[in-house]
């Protein structure tokens, strides 16, 4: 029995732009085109009326912006998906993409294997966010203010949550993209020591690598502080 395809819509501004999209995707089977938007409006009736799993789409789309066409797919198409795809001077906004629903972030700038890779990751269920970027878009949430746990992914919070002060260390050093050798040597304690403490942390909160910490801080407005 044949699998349905994984039904994409692809909204940018520039034709060439789509046109290379739609080439792109056309290489996988069990991907399917199912419409292009030049415009947000577009974006946002196609959307709403075609039900597609995924939609691509650029940030600065003409007429509406694609900020403020997510939120209406978030209210208007709810099962759809959205991967924006834009470029990295637009980090900024990628966080706030993320904050209202957004599934995934693609860089215009990136390799072409991840536009394939991307739509079947947000397909099943994940969220994209290549390692650049992930640091990029956490990092926005490392200020002063109240580690306060609520949900993500659906998953309900646990309320004995309690994390110390050395995670709380940990996971502001992780927001601003240090890896875990480097994150050892900044604390003084072992790579292994900073595994521990990372495993208690997935533990906690209910994730399960750093991409999900990522999604967590984003969809709950996390901040936190050393």
């Known amino acids: 029995m044949s699998t349905a395809p994984i039904r994409v819509l692809i909204a940018d501004g520039q034709p060439i732009v789509l046109h290379g999209l739609r080439a792109v995707l056309a290489q996988n089977a069990s991907i399917q085109v199912v419409a292009e938007a030049v415009d947000g409006v577009e974006t946002i009736d196609k959307t709403v009326h075609l039900d597609p799993d995924i939609v691509i789409m650029d940030l600065k789309l003409p007429r509406v912006d694609g900020l403020t066409v997510l939120r209406s797919i978030q209210t208007r198409a709810p099962r759809t998906k959205v991967i924006v795809f834009s470029s990295g001077e637009n980090k900024e906004e990628f966080v706030e993409a993320m904050k209202v629903g957004g599934s995934g972030i693609l860089l215009k700038e990136g390799p072409v294997s991840l536009v394939e890779k991307s739509v079947q990751k947000v397909y099943a269920g994940e969220i994209w966010l290549d390692s650049s970027t992930t640091a990029a878009v956490i990092r926005q949430f490392a ?41 050892a040597e900044k604390m003084f304690i072992t790579e292994q020591t900073v595994k521990n403490h990372l495993h208690n942390v997935f533990d906690k909160l209910g994730v399960s690598d750093r991409l999900e910490l990522a999604l967590y801080a984003i969809h709950n407005s996390l901040h936190v502080k050393p």
């Open 143 to 183: 200020s002063p203010a109240e580690f306060t746990p609520s949900h993500t992914n659906g998953k309900p919070n646990r309320e004995r949550a309690q994390l110390s002060q050395r995670e709380r260390e940990i996971i502001v050093l992780i927001a601003q993209g240090y890896k875990n050798k480097e994150i």
